[in-house]
């Protein structure tokens, strides 16, 4: 059984940064896909990023366009999502997800990875 954490999000003005943090507990994550989704008010979840917790390995959805890194510290068995040049369609509740294998490319569908964080919400104002 893994935990996820998320924290970081908040309200930030279009073009600005936020870092959003996944803290894991119960396990090693060792052969794990680590990643985050994303869910907008009235759409569906909407798959974001992963990395591999071996290798660091990332993949990325196409809107992300660099502006958005994916990142762990093993040592402290945290994910990063580090944000830059938000847009207001950012906005939305970002979730940690993990699933116990990896795959690549990474499934892009929600149902593939059985464990989830509380989410955190992101607001951009434009």
């Known amino acids: 059984q893994v935990q996820l954490v998320e924290s970081g999000g908040g309200l930030v003005q279009a073009g600005g940064s936020l870092r959003l943090s996944c803290a894991a507990s119960?396990?090693?994550?060792?052969?794990?896909?680590m990643g985050w989704f994303r869910q907008a008010p009235g759409k569906e979840r909407e798959f974001v990023g992963t990395?591999?917790?071996?290798?660091?390995?990332?993949y990325y959805a196409n809107f992300v366009k660099d502006r958005f890194t994916i990142s762990r510290d093993n040592a402290k068995n945290t994910v990063y999502l580090q944000m830059i040049s938000l847009k207001s369609e950012d906005t939305a509740v970002y979730y940690c997800v993990a699933g116990a294998a990896v795959f690549s490319p990474p499934p892009l569908g929600p149902s593939y990875y059985p464990y989830w964080g509380q989410g955190t919400q992101v607001t951009v104002s434009s």
């Open positions: 119960g396990r090693t994550l060792s052969g794990y896909l």
């Open positions: 990395i591999t917790w071996n290798t660091g390995t990332t």
